[in-house]
């Protein structure tokens, strides 16, 4: 089958830094995608890797190694607005969107 | 530009009641899915359309239906309503899949609920 594993819940303190990771088993693999979502809200695009090392945008970055099938997102400076949920996701040999359950990011202060 | 847009945003249903979510995007985008959100469960796949005229089933097809109307609209129908459909719906677009990130663009989400 096909399956993401990432954890269920994170939390970090207001200014630190945060490795959120997911792992994945896919049928085929063409890219790791991060979405973030906030409560009630919708999930909005991140970052995408399609080959192995790191992107950055911003305090956001996103790394990818397809021989660990393993990828990370890397919150720097935390703000109290990243509190939400980071979904993982992997694009399969269909060009279906392969998702995790999502992992809860609490910042506290 | 709206993006992607939802109607209802709240809809409840009785069991076998039908519906239709309504789904419409204003990017031009070919490709259209339907996905639905369930607490500790990732996204799933109902339905998507690659491009105009065509539709393919994803991972949980059953007990829906979909047309792709135009290339801006995408309906999703529950012909039968089931408890076990009581959930968010997402409608997403993208504009080509399988070149270069293919960002999927969401709607604002249905929140239904069947008793």
């Known amino acids: 089958g096909q399956s993401l594993e990432q954890p269920s819940e994170v939390t970090a303190v207001e200014g630190a830094i945060v490795q959120i990771n997911c792992t994945y088993q896919t049928s085929g693999f063409y890219g790791l995608s991060w979405y973030q979502q906030h409560d009630g809200g919708a999930p909005t695009f991140l970052s995408y890797?399609?080959l192995d090392g790191l992107e950055e945008t911003g305090r956001f970055s996103s790394f990818l190694s397809r021989s660990d099938s393993y990828g990370y997102l890397l919150l720097q400076e935390l703000q109290m607005k990243d509190s939400a949920s980071y979904l993982c996701?992997?694009?399969?040999?269909?060009?279906?969107?392969?998702w995790g359950a999502g992992t809860k990011l609490i910042i506290k202060p | 530009n709206a993006g992607v847009t939802q109607t209802p945003k709240f809809q409840v249903l009785k069991t076998g009641q039908s519906m239709t979510l309504q789904c419409a995007q204003d990017?031009?985008?070919?490709?259209m899915y339907w996905y639905r959100q369930d607490p500790g469960m990732g996204l799933r796949l109902i339905y998507y359309?690659?491009?105009?005229?065509?539709?393919d089933k994803g991972e949980v097809p059953n007990g829906y239906n979909v047309s792709r109307l135009n290339k801006r609209e995408f309906s999703l129908r529950l012909e039968s309503a089931a408890p076990s459909q009581t959930s968010v719906y997402f409608c997403?677009?993208?504009?080509?899949?399988?070149?270069?990130?293919?960002?999927?663009?969401f709607g604002p989400g249905t929140r239904l609920t069947v008793t």
């Open positions: 990017m031009n985008h070919n490709s």
């Open positions: 996701a992997v694009r399969n040999s269909n060009y279906q969107l392969i």
């Open positions: 997403a677009s993208s504009d080509i899949p399988g070149q270069g990130s293919d960002e999927q663009y």
């Open positions: 359309s690659a491009s105009e005229g065509t539709t």
């Open positions: 890797n399609g």
